[in-house]
């Protein structure tokens, strides 16, 4: 089957959610492709697309991505809800979609059920504040620039770039956060900037771990 566009959307009212850990943490305007295999995660996603609606990508502190028997799973208590933009079957019991991060969630209360399915209650955390970035933070977001033009003189094709447009080169917590997705830092140490309230700390520190690993001139 060929790629299809997911049913849009529908507002995020209800306040519980099925859950996806995964070994990696999403960000706010994140794209996030997955090909999905275990029966759980293939029942949840064919329930979103036909409902229009999403799930939740929380990072895992224990476990594994795939499902073993006797394996305990658990995770943070701060995660991004993901939209589902794409979709195919390429074959039986196989999924390929693609996914964009939405609002941040905090877990209020978790369960896991029969099949191995998690769902939780959970509550919003409030968007981001637009804030322009201040000089003193500016190199971050021209290096942030290079490597777009850089990916985009290699003519990919859109679902291959990392980072899905708009750009928001002006703006404290998109820089951040998609500097955050790609920097090699243990999960934790992502977390703990997904959970920030302020975007302008989030760059700042992002800032910090750019100039460790040598990345920013």
Avoid at 63 to 76: C, D, H
Avoid at 84 to 96: D, E, H, T, V, Y
Wanted: charged content about 20%; hydrophobic content about 45%.
């Amino acid at each position: 089957m060929s790629s299809t566009p997911a049913t849009p959307g529908l507002p995020i009212s209800a306040q519980t959610i099925p859950l996806f850990p995964l070994g990696s943490t999403l960000f706010p305007d994140g794209r996030l492709p997955l090909q999905v295999f275990e029966v759980r995660y293939l029942d949840m996603i064919g329930r979103c697309i036909a409902q229009g609606s999403h799930f939740g990508v929380v990072a895992l502190t224990e476990g594994a991505e795939v499902r073993r028997p006797g394996q305990s799973e658990r995770f943070v208590g701060v995660g991004t809800v993901a939209r589902i933009k794409q979709w195919s079957k390429p074959a039986a019991g196989l999924m390929r979609i693609d996914c964009s991060g939405v609002e941040r969630f905090r877990i209020l209360k978790a369960e896991q059920h029969k099949h191995g399915l998690w769902t939780a209650e959970v509550e919003l955390i409030e968007a981001d504040r637009v804030i322009p970035i201040p000089d003193e933070l500016a190199n971050t977001a021209t290096a942030l620039e290079h490597l777009l033009q850089s990916v985009m003189r290699q003519g990919l094709p859109e679902s291959e770039v990392p980072i899905a447009a708009p750009f928001r080169l002006d703006d404290c917590g998109w820089v951040a956060n998609r500097w955050a997705e790609m920097i090699p830092v243990p999960v934790a140490q992502k977390q703990s900037l997904l959970a920030l309230d302020n975007p302008l700390l989030r760059l700042e520190l992002v800032q910090d771990a750019l100039d460790q690993l040598g990345w920013l001139k």
